[in-house]
């Protein structure tokens, strides 16, 4: 929110995660429409190093791999800033984006990168694939849990490809959320949350058959996901097998294994706000690093204001001069840190962690603690030559 609308009211929206007993698949009601968050979109890709290193090794490797032709088509759904594509541009492969959000599409188009300005359903897929022929690849990134119609958006995919083509689907794991506790990834922009099981019957609703899964560090554990089409898919890979196996373990094919998902969320709101409350008793300085939508969840949830969060930073100058939704916490520029020196920086988009670690200790001169909340407290002290690489654990209540 802007500084000017501080003194009004602010909508606010429950936000309860759900289970479907019959498929299994973990969302929340569309109480937001994608058109209310998308359309002029604060998050760009591209300011994450780390997640741009991310793309550039898969565009390598769908390449070295053949899945990816050289003279083939790439589409990226929800291509954001051009994070992906612009790895496909340099390696002279003809790519399209598709990406309703006019503030970032107009930045990746800046960046050399083809963009459509455009939400993905059957009417838009339709006429891409009219326009520019099927996709050899259609790449959906951290997109497929955004989508209120799952059915219809997985039809526009395989619309989008060719009949002997490859869709790659990244999305966070929902194995990591519940068995750690990551109750922050639930958001308003996130109405599903997938196993590899529920993706692989939601995949089939649109005639895409998952072929091959790998599992991926990014975004505090993530599975990628490759399908084609029913009719050439032929069997899976044993990846597929290995990551149904290693679900239904955890207890995550019946309903009972999502159980203690409330109490590990308890959890780590207390360790938080022991921790946040010892400080402010001690008279320290704590701040922010990031203003994800995954830290407005954190923060509500624990109910962190300014009094124990004073200021949080963020890179994205999109954000700079705005305040967390809910909690009003300033969001400034990262320089805001080394200016006033922090006792304790804790680290909101946790998943992101050993990256902001090492930019703040290559910035940041002085003993300092950076605390990462999740999927436990954990606390690493910089600047300190006598103590540089500690990491202290917290208990929780």
């Known amino acids: 929110m802007t500084e000017d609308a501080l003194d009004h009211p602010e909508p606010t929206y429950p936000l309860h995660v759900r289970l479907c007993a019959d498929c299994l698949l973990l969302q929340i009601p569309a109480s937001i429409r994608p058109e209310e968050t998308f359309v002029d979109y604060a998050y760009y890709s591209s300011f994450s190093d780390s997640w741009v290193e991310h793309a550039r090794r898969f565009v390598a490797g769908a390449l070295d791999s053949g899945r990816l032709p050289h003279d083939g088509l790439l589409v990226e759904v929800a291509s954001n800033d051009g994070y992906l594509l612009r790895h496909a541009v340099d390696a002279g492969v003809t790519c399209l ?27 838009t ?46 999305v966070h794991h929902a194995l990591n959320l519940v068995e750690l506790g990551q109750f922050d990834t639930v958001y308003h922009e996130h109405f599903q949350y997938y196993t590899v099981l529920s993706a692989q019957r939601a995949l089939a609703e649109g005639g895409l058959a998952l072929v091959d899964v790998e599992l991926l560090a990014s975004h505090g554990g993530s599975i990628r996901l490759w399908a084609r089409p029913a009719a050439v898919a032929g069997e899976p890979e044993p990846s597929v097998e290995r990551a149904l196996a290693a679900e239904d373990a955890a207890g995550l094919h019946t309903v009972d294994g999502y159980a203690g998902l409330a109490e590990r969320a308890v959890s780590v709101k207390n360790a938080l706000l022991d921790y946040l409350l010892a400080q402010r008793a001690a008279g320290a300085r704590v701040v922010g690093y990031g203003a994800p939508g995954k830290g407005s969840t954190l923060l509500n949830y624990c109910g962190i204001r300014p009094d124990l969060l004073e200021y949080t930073v963020d890179r994205n100058p999109y954000k700079h001069g705005r305040f967390t939704p809910g909690t009003r916490i300033p969001i400034h520029p990262p320089q805001r840190l080394i200016d006033d020196r922090p006792d304790a920086v804790v680290v909101l988009p946790w998943n992101l962690d050993t990256e902001i670690i090492a930019q703040l200790s290559d910035t940041l001169d002085y003993p ?30």
Do not use: C, M, Q
């Open 97 to 123: 984006g598709i990406e309703p959000s006019a503030n970032v599409s107009d930045a990746a188009r800046k960046a050399g990168v083809p963009t459509l300005t455009a939400f993905l359903d059957e009417p």
């Open 125 to 170: 897929a339709d006429a891409v694939r009219a326009e520019h022929g099927p996709a050899a690849l259609v790449v959906a990134n951290n997109v497929y849990a955004h989508i209120p119609d799952l059915n219809g958006f997985t039809r526009s995919l395989r619309t989008l490809v060719a009949d002997d083509g490859w869709v790659s689907i990244e």
């Open 368 to 397: 300092v603690d950076i605390v990462v909340p999740l999927p436990t407290l954990r606390i690493t002290r910089i600047g300190d030559p006598a103590d540089s690489t500690t990491t202290r654990r917290s208990s929780s209540r």
